[in-house]
């Protein structure tokens, strides 16, 4: 079993010396544990502060003290990161099931441990954390990229209702300027209309007086002098100015 070449820490709890003593001979040297060994629950409890990687326990650990259950509970309240592997002279596998079931992440016979492979057994476990711990890392960036997007989607979302409300507000703008710009034109219209009809009646009205000023003027040079045609010339002047 490879493992990385981050050093482990592995508590080791029994009240038997010679098993303590056996398991620390075995994991010694083979990989690179740092190694504690405590005779109770309750004197690894108080190391806990340590913040051991793996803790292997033994499940009876003799009388007016915390048996393997009550402790692997306690410390899984106080440290939820930490593994517990369960030692049994016996295999009973209603009491690894239950152990199982509260948090134990193994369960093994002290024969076999011993015997056999609690080198492999403590490797495997080591390996297992790793990967848990790998895959709560991975899940860890998981949420903090989801939570980036989301953040990323409500800044869009904000940056689109913006852009949305300053579109409908420059539609709002350019409807108004617009509708001011065609009722300049119509009034505009309305006095280019009244300065022609203007215009027009000034003409008309001036063309009558004209008319008649150049037939007097006419007039006067074709009749001889005389008073009577000069007072008569004076009343069609003053006729001009009554129309005028």
Do not use: W
């Amino acid at each position: 079993m490879t493992l990385t070449n981050q050093k482990y820490k592995v508590f080791i709890v029994d009240d038997d010396p010679f098993i303590r003593r056996s398991l620390e001979i075995k994991l010694d040297d083979k990989y690179q544990y740092d190694l504690q060994s405590f005779h109770s629950g309750e004197s690894c409890i108080e190391a806990l502060t340590e913040d051991p990687d793996l803790i292997i326990m033994d499940y009876n650990m003799g009388e007016d003290v915390m048996n393997g259950m009550e402790a692997m509970i306690k410390i899984k309240e106080l440290l939820p990161s930490v593994e517990v592997a369960i030692l049994s002279a016996q295999d009973e596998i209603p009491v690894a099931v239950e152990f199982l079931n509260n948090g134990a992440i193994e369960y093994l016979s002290k024969q076999q441990a011993l015997d056999y492979g609690i080198e492999r057994s403590v490797a495997e476990i080591i390996q297992k954390k790793v990967l848990q711990d790998e895959l709560a890392r991975k899940n860890e960036e998981i949420r903090e990229k989801n939570k980036a997007l989301e953040i990323a989607q409500e800044e869009v979302l904000k940056a689109n209702k913006e852009l949305k409300d300053l579109n409908e507000e420059l539609d709002r703008r350019v409807k108004k300027r617009t509708a001011a710009l065609v009722n300049s034109l119509n009034k505009l219209k309305d006095s280019k209309e009244e300065l022609e009809n203007f215009v027009y009646r000034a003409s008309h009205d001036l063309k009558g007086p004209t008319a008649r000023l150049l037939g007097l003027i006419q007039l006067s040079q074709m009749l001889p002098e005389d008073p009577s045609n000069l007072g008569y010339m004076k009343e069609v002047i003053k006729g001009l100015d009554k129309n005028v």
